[in-house]
């Protein structure tokens, strides 16, 4: 049967383990990703397609997800999903596909597979700051190349950086985020050639530029392409993937954590995919959306406008932390940039929200603005 006697326990160290102790000393100077509070505001921080599915579409929704098998495991490998992606989002039949909770997933699924001793990952800044955190997370040593005033990629800087660094994987945003701009496309082929390792295309607003490197994706040995369906306008489902040739993505899926993509989302997403005409009819109004909100911003005293091909615009104006403050006690938040990057001084960056949301957000900002002129006799 046996021994079943009272295990003895030394008690001389219990309650001396504390964080300070045990954690890895940069986790202990982190800070936490901070989501802001939105409740009871105009919300237009974070990216979302202000618009809902269509009712048709809820309905069929309603009916698919309310005979869920949420009592068992979803299909681990989400095949079904995966195949309908390869049809529906012209994704090459000879590339493969790995998803992820969101492209956060992706993005740590991939810094932890390149986490040799000692190894780089590389990427320009200000961009998407979870290619820095990822990087730290999984031990690896992350090297930021600064953009040039305009924000684009400062050649000499980045192909110097590559040749000092050797990095075994560069992130480059195509739209970037948060500036909006799309990079020089023969550049980035010069990096994909000239890289060491591997080369990721962050193709997150691909739904509002109009280019994308997904039918090029298999043309280079080093190249993937990630993607999400969160612009798109399916945040809630948390569902990004990445492309690429499948010696890639089979030794990358060894990473991923078990039943990453639980029943709900492989689901919801057939059904959203099914119906995609709908929600690229919506990204076509954001487009139109964002060049009507461009040119108004643009006509406000002392905003200075930053090109775009994303879901948002990205503006400076002088005392943006006021501004931002101002326009929060209005009930509307946005996303304040500046002391995020030097290049980002006094900047703020506003989602494309509705025609009604977008005149909200305008109305807001002149009266602030020509507030803010007044009180500094401007």
């Given at each position: 049967?046996?021994?079943?006697?009272?295990?003895?326990?030394?008690?001389?160290?219990?309650?001396q383990a504390?964080?300070?102790?045990?954690?890895?000393?940069?986790?202990?100077?982190?800070?936490?990703?901070?989501?802001?509070?939105?409740?009871?505001?105009?919300?237009?921080?974070?990216?979302?397609?202000?618009?809902?599915?269509?009712?048709?579409?809820?309905?069929i929704?309603?009916?698919?997800?309310?005979?869920?098998?949420?009592?068992?495991?979803?299909?681990?490998?989400?095949?079904?999903?995966?195949?309908?992606m390869?049809?529906?989002l012209e994704?090459?039949?000879?590339?493969?596909?790995?998803?992820?909770?969101?492209?956060?997933?992706?993005?740590q699924?991939?810094?932890?597979?390149?986490?040799?001793?000692?190894?780089?990952?590389?990427?320009?800044?200000?961009?998407?700051?979870m290619?820095?955190?990822?990087?730290?997370?999984?031990?690896?040593?992350?090297v930021?190349?600064?953009?040039?005033?305009n924000?684009?990629?400062?050649?000499?800087?980045?192909?110097?950086?590559?040749?000092?660094?050797?990095?075994?994987?560069?992130?480059?945003?195509?739209?970037?985020?948060?500036?909006?701009?799309?990079?020089?496309?023969?550049?980035?082929?010069?990096?994909?050639?000239?890289a060491?390792?591997?080369?990721?295309?962050?193709?997150?607003?691909?739904?509002?530029?109009?280019?994308?490197w997904?039918?090029?994706?298999?043309?280079?040995p080093?190249?993937?392409?990630?993607?999400?369906?969160?612009?798109?306008?399916?945040?809630?489902?948390?569902?990004?993937?990445?492309?690429?040739?499948?010696?890639w993505?089979?030794?990358?899926?060894?990473?991923?954590?078990?039943?990453?993509?639980?029943?709900?989302?492989?689901?919801?997403?057939?059904?959203?995919?099914?119906?995609?005409?709908?929600?690229?009819?919506?990204?076509?109004?954001?487009?139109?959306?964002?060049?009507?909100?461009?040119?108004?911003?643009?006509?406000?005293p002392?905003?200075?406008?930053?090109?775009?091909?994303?879901?948002?615009?990205?503006?400076?104006?002088?005392?943006?932390?006021?501004v931002?403050?101002?326009?929060?006690?209005n009930?509307?938040?946005?996303?304040?940039?500046?002391?995020?990057?030097?290049?980002?001084?006094?900047?703020?960056?506003?989602?494309?929200?509705?025609?009604?949301?977008?005149?909200?957000?305008?109305?807001?900002?002149?009266?602030?603005?020509?507030?803010?002129?007044?009180?500094?006799?401007?």
């Amino acid at each position: 049967m046996g021994d079943r006697r009272p295990v003895s326990v030394d008690v001389r160290n219990h309650g001396q383990a504390s964080p300070e102790s045990v954690l890895r000393p940069e986790v202990l100077g982190w800070k936490a990703y901070h989501v802001p509070d939105s409740a009871g505001m105009l919300k237009l921080d974070a990216m979302e397609n202000p618009f809902g599915m269509e009712a048709s579409v809820r309905q069929i929704l309603a009916d698919v997800l309310s005979n869920a098998p949420i009592n068992r495991y979803p299909d681990a490998g989400a095949d079904v999903l995966r195949s309908l992606m390869k049809r529906t989002l012209e994704i090459p039949e000879s590339a493969e596909i790995l998803l992820g909770n969101g492209s956060d997933e992706l993005i740590q699924i991939l810094c932890q597979a390149v986490a040799r001793p000692g190894a780089v990952v590389l990427g320009v800044e200000p961009s998407f700051v979870m290619y820095r955190i990822s990087a730290a997370i999984a031990g690896a040593h992350y090297v930021g190349v600064p953009l040039s005033a305009n924000f684009a990629i400062d050649e000499s800087a980045l192909f110097q950086a590559i040749e000092e660094h050797r990095p075994a994987l560069i992130f480059i945003a195509y739209p970037n985020n948060p500036t909006g701009n799309l990079f020089d496309d023969d550049l980035i082929r010069r990096v994909v050639e000239r890289a060491p390792g591997l080369v990721v295309v962050d193709e997150a607003y691909h739904a509002f530029a109009g280019k994308s490197w997904m039918p090029q994706v298999c043309a280079w040995p080093n190249l993937l392409v990630m993607r999400t369906l969160s612009k798109l306008g399916l945040a809630g489902l948390r569902l990004g993937y990445l492309v690429g040739r499948p010696e890639w993505i089979d030794q990358l899926d060894k990473v991923r954590l078990p039943y990453n993509i639980n029943v709900l989302t492989q689901l919801a997403a057939k059904v959203s995919l099914e119906n995609l005409g709908v929600l690229l009819g919506q990204a076509s109004r954001i487009v139109q959306q964002r060049g009507e909100l461009m040119t108004a911003l643009s006509s406000i005293p002392g905003v200075h406008v930053f090109p775009s091909e994303a879901n948002f615009v990205t503006f400076r104006v002088s005392g943006a932390v006021a501004v931002f403050e101002a326009l929060r006690e209005n009930r509307i938040l946005i996303k304040c940039l500046h002391g995020a990057h030097p290049l980002l001084a006094d900047c703020l960056r506003v989602t494309v929200g509705s025609a009604d949301e977008n005149l909200m957000f305008l109305d807001a900002l002149r009266r602030i603005t020509s507030l803010e002129v007044s009180r500094h006799g401007g």
